[in-house]
Nanobody, 125 residues
């Protein structure tokens, strides 16, 4: 089993920056990739970004490029999401996820076998 714990979410103002972190524990040796998703109230879960765990490869949702940057620290088993110039529409619960095979592609939630409980990001205008 794998456990994922997100942190860093909080209330910020529009234009601010925020860095989310996700730490993995347990049986992570077979990790293929990790990613971030978000879900706003009343909306479907939305893919933000993902990256390969033991190889290079960084991928973003089309509307995430430029403001968000995903990164990782393999030694710390941690994944990060740097978010700049935040907007009220970025308000959501942000989830960290881990996939062993990315069977349906990195942008699809069904590819991910393990999920964290999420961290709330609220951006005020």
């Amino acid at each position: 089993q794998v456990q994922l714990v997100e942190s860093g979410g909080r209330l910020v103002q529009a234009g601010d920056s925020l860095r989310l972190a996700c730490t993995a524990s347990g049986r992570t040796a077979d990790t293929w990739a990790m990613g971030w998703f978000r879900q706003a109230p009343g909306k479907e879960r939305e893919w933000v970004a993902a990256m390969r765990w033991t190889r290079s490869g960084t991928y973003y949702g089309d509307f995430m490029k430029g403001r968000f940057t995903i990164s990782k620290d393999n030694d710390k088993k941690s994944l990060y999401l740097q978010m700049n110039n935040l907007k009220p529409e970025d308000t959501a619960v942000y989830y960290c996820a881990l996939t062993l095979d990315a069977e349906y592609g990195l942008g699809h939630a069904r590819s991910y076998q393990y999920w964290g409980k999420g961290t709330q990001v609220t951006v005020s205008s």
